[in-house]
């Protein structure tokens, strides 16, 4: 096992569902706080969604190309 829960993994692909449709919108990298607000509007605590965007970033799944700013790989 990976060491995460089905919850974590469920809200860690809603959180890359939300960063593709808001980049998509956006036209470009999405900007974090839109993302963290889908993220609240889709019931995942703001803590919840900034934990989850922090590790995907420690691991190469989401890169910052400019503060504030989210773009997937």
Known sequence: ?????????DRTKSVM???????REQQGPA???A????????GI????AEEI?????RDG????PRPGMLKLP
């Open 1 to 9: 096992a990976s060491g995460t829960t089905k919850s974590t993994r």
């Open 61 to 64: 799944d989401v890169f910052e």
């Open 35 to 42: 993302v963290l607000d889908r993220a609240v509007e889709l």
């Open 31 to 33: 900007s974090r706080d």
């Open 53 to 57: 965007i922090d590790r995907m970033r």
């Open 45 to 48: 605590e703001r803590a919840k």
């Open 17 to 23: 569902d939300i960063i593709r449709d808001v980049s």
